[in-house]
């Protein structure tokens, strides 16, 4: 239902996008200009470098007498300059290259089924037009650009397109004539570009020779690099078809393929443009012998590359690296972040088209070269010559455009496999490389989103003893879901063209745990539903009244199961909703028993019968779960752009009233969220998507190997910890070790009822604690075949997981043994009496626990919390006393390695936060955090293993009567369900 609220949530985040615009396009803009003005600086340099070197040879051939030692040094310098400017170009080739080969790497070890290896026919097409890219990008930077001007530079930098342009003119449909015209014209003009030096050879005399056949050589093999926007398997001529499907077989091969070919570049690039700088020398003659020694030399420029990191001035070889590698990858980012906020033609494609006439504007108008001291070589060969470059850089330019039209399109969802398949950038041509990234681009809509219309959503939740509040809260989650799906069809019932992927088939089932007890009347004893249950009636009555704005009664449909009973209404907006009622002296109880109950009613019988399972999931509820319909959309989106997936799971927010542990569990999830649901996901796969708010593809469902394990009844000791006592890590587990990946979204959330009280938070964190230790455990035995089914996780995860489980087990003594030694240094007393008053504590806890109630064992454990807590106060005054440089006696110490670690550990959590400005608030919660550190880490594991006899759930085990009315006072028929 529309509110105040979602009104101002959305105009927050209409102005948040606002500011990412702003911010996206001119650091896209100014990322690009830096990028590529350093480049031309770098060639400025080398072109400056060779006009002196030849100035000096021809003095040389003058005045043979006046061959001295101080000539030579002099030509060598200048050798030496030239040889380490290449170097910075060899090392901003390299950098985009470095990070392919390790996110190659990453990928071919961590992502197994991501990837395979390429047939050799396709391996050596892609090894060779690779190569032929490289070597045309090394010899239009080192043998090309030194001798033209900036402005003539950057202009050629719009003829690198001579195949995409005949690619695009082959693949295009016969019924286009015009769009083939154009297509045609596109390829003339980029054939002008590299012919064009014919017509102004003239005007730059002997420095022409090698340029003559350089240039257009390196534009055309530059241009074979960018083949693959061109070519598809539906283009009408058969080879471009067979490039077509190489490029969708590249999707999988390329990070097996570009480990080598990455490496390969970089050799290449090496060995291309020193060579080719060898041999211009020669041709011009420009010294005799420079190059006799040209290993020397090489090792000369490296040397003076490296020493010029040891300069003050900006304008050095090295920092000019870094300014140049620096602003491509912001380039890169910044780009990649603009696709993917949706603002993809504002931020991305008018900033790279405005690169080319920005930097001309600069370098011809502003006269750059004069601002930096004549470092540029900005001389225009003559005016003939520069009108007739201006009149054909116009329509280069308009074939640039029309060739990289695809940059306007909308970005579709890209999917892991695609995200794979990305080639970085080539930061040399930081705009034409971004402009033909093959995933940025890419367009075709997959056939799940097509079929998106169909798709069956069912809702399932599980209650049991939930108070009015928490039942009130999912009844009006359920609501609005009813309203956005009623709009939703509304609109696609008035104009049958609307496609909407967010239009659902939707329905609610409600599993009520223990819903009857027994009643007597009369002499006669029947079962008849809780106090529970007709509360949840009573709510209905109510927000049926607030949506439909009457007060007419309508009773659900009543109908006698062999499980018990069930409810059934159809809500305003036209969505059913069912509750089904167990009674506990048929059918068994729990959590487990439920969700075994809603896959085998919902998926085997009355889903299988009548739909797709491809496009059927359920989303699965506890009975307190507040969301908006966005938080159910977004997980569909991910789950119809990677069909490997078999659960999504969204961002849960602890809510309650205020209090020290809602406090300390707001911050716990933020943190875990924040920073362990990413890691797994980037190293593997995350191990649990929590059953409160899930989506579940129904094929996984029926999978025989999951469901038939998951469906046992608990016989052995550890069977009661791993399946009763953390149902959906459970399930998560089983999906895992059958090759079915887990996402997770944070960009969906949704808020969840969490316990306020410290027996009830204990209770709970003693099962989720066992149930972590022991699915990790059975993860870790069975890691072989794990790691050959699931096509995310490798071995390096694995040891991840057996390193991050030994910690947790190491947690409880290292925390002890941390507040031994803390307690002897603030308090100071001496470190042995210390370690017996701790000792004796926890020895006492220990025999508590095992010979105590649980009642007792929990007011233990909240005497030792609140005395530990004021223990970690006091180490936190005389921390933050040390960090001014003083302790407690007002003495001046030295900034220690403690400190510097508290230090650094909560700089990384304040990052974070400022990541997830939504969230940021949680960072409050941090003292609080830290107050309950040795409780949480220490006390609470030796409670929950000691304890781990206990299989009962511990919270709402006691009746709530708060806000029920008694059975009595509710509608008659409701009660008379046996």
Partial sequence: ?????????????????????????????????????????????????????????????????YLNVLSMLDSLQHLNGIACWLWTLLFSFTVPELLVFIQSLRICFSRRKLWKRPRLVQFVIAFGLESAQTVGMALLVGSVLPYLSVTHGVLITNCVYLVPAILSFLAREPTKPIMRLMDALSFLTQLSGCLHWIFIRHSLGSNSQMIDWILPVSLILISFGWWENHVYRDAPISFIRYFGQIKEEMTKTRPFAYIIISAWKVVLFFATIFAAAEMTFVAQEAYDGAFDSCSFVIRGGFNQFCYSFMSVEWTSPFYIFIIQATSSFLFYWFGNFACQIGVKSTCFAIPVVLLTPVIMTITSHFEIAKIFDGHFHTQIENQQSFVYLLALSFFWFLSQTWITLHIWSPTAEISDELVSDAKWYNSLLIDQSMNFSPTRHYNKVSESTKCSMMTRVFAVATMWHETSDEMLIILKSIFRMDKDQSRRHLARYCNNMVIDPHCYHYETHIFFDDAFESHSKDGTTSRVVNQFVNQLIELMDKMNCKRTSTCDRKPPVISVTPYGGRLEWTLPGNTKMTVHLK?????????RWSQV???????RYEIGNHSDLENTFLLTLDGDMDFRPKAVHILMDVMNSKRDVGIACNRSHPTGSAGPMVWYQMYEYAVGFWLQKPSESVLGDILCA???????????????????????????????IQRDQGEDRWLCTLLIKRGYRLAYSASSYAYTRCPETFDEFYNQRRRWTLSIISNTLDLLWNCRRTVKLHPTISWIFMIFQALSLAIGLLCPGSVFLVLVNTSATTFFIDKWISLLVHSALIFGFIIICFVAPSRIQLRVAK????????????VLIDSVISLAGFNLHGNKMSFSVSNAFFLFLTSCVFLAGCLHPREIHCLLAGPIYLLLTPSMS???????????NVISWGTRDASVTIGVQSPNKVHSSFSLIR
């Fill in 583 to 591: 009674d506990k002296s048929k059918i068994r109880v729990k959590k």
């Fill in 1 to 65: 239902m529309p509110t105040e609220g979602s009104a101002a949530n959305t105009s927050l985040k209409v102005c948040i996008k606002l500011i990412a615009i702003f911010v996206t396009f001119p650091a896209v803009l100014s990322a690009g200009i830096v990028s590529k003005g350093a480049i031309f600086f770098m060639t400025s340099q080398i072109g400056r470098e060779m006009t002196q070197l030849a100035s000096g040879g021809q003095i040389q051939k003058k005045n043979s007498d």
């Fill in 863 to 874: 005497c030792l919390s609140a005395f530990y807590g004021l223990i970690v106060a006091a």
């Fill in 690 to 720: 929590a059953g409160c708010f899930s989506l579940i593809r129904a094929t996984v469902l029926l999978d025989g190997d999951v469901m038939s394990k998951f469906v046992e009844r608990s016989e052995k000791a550890h069977h009661f």
């Fill in 938 to 948: 220490m006390l609470l594991v030796l409670y929950s293993v000691i304890n781990m």
């Fill in 597 to 603: 109950m809603y896959i085998d009613y919902l998926i």
